[in-house]
């Protein structure tokens, strides 16, 4: 999965539009940023990434780009 792909995926997981995400996204201004999004993240890090995380790690993160941190070298070009 490469950035833009990861970043749609992430769009539909909080249900905004496709465009609305970038880098400089601020995590608290999504209202669908809760922790049942949270789980689908964390179950997407699992079975895209082989990445497993917990809860607390994502309730940390302000931004999208310390989101796709974590996930950078598990990116594709």
Same mark, same amino acid.
């Given at each position: 999965?490469?950035? +833009?792909?990861? $970043?749609?995926? %992430?769009? *539909? $997981?909080?249900?905004?539009? +496709? ?7 601020? /995590? *608290?201004?999504? *209202? ?10 964390l179950? !997407? %890090? @699992?079975?895209? %990434? *082989?990445?497993? /995380?917990?809860?607390?790690? /994502?309730?940390?993160?302000? !931004? %999208?780009? @310390? ?7 598990? /990116?594709?070009?």
């Amino acid at each position: 999965m490469n950035l +833009h792909n990861f $970043i749609k995926e %992430f769009e *539909d $997981i909080v249900m905004v539009d +496709h465009g609305t995400v970038n880098l400089e996204t601020n /995590l *608290d201004d999504l *209202d669908d940023w809760d922790s049942l999004s949270m789980a689908s993240l964390l179950a !997407t %890090f @699992e079975e895209k %990434f *082989d990445l497993k /995380l917990d809860n607390d790690s /994502l309730r940390e993160l302000k !931004t %999208f780009a @310390e989101i796709v941190e974590l996930v950078k070298g598990r /990116l594709q070009e």
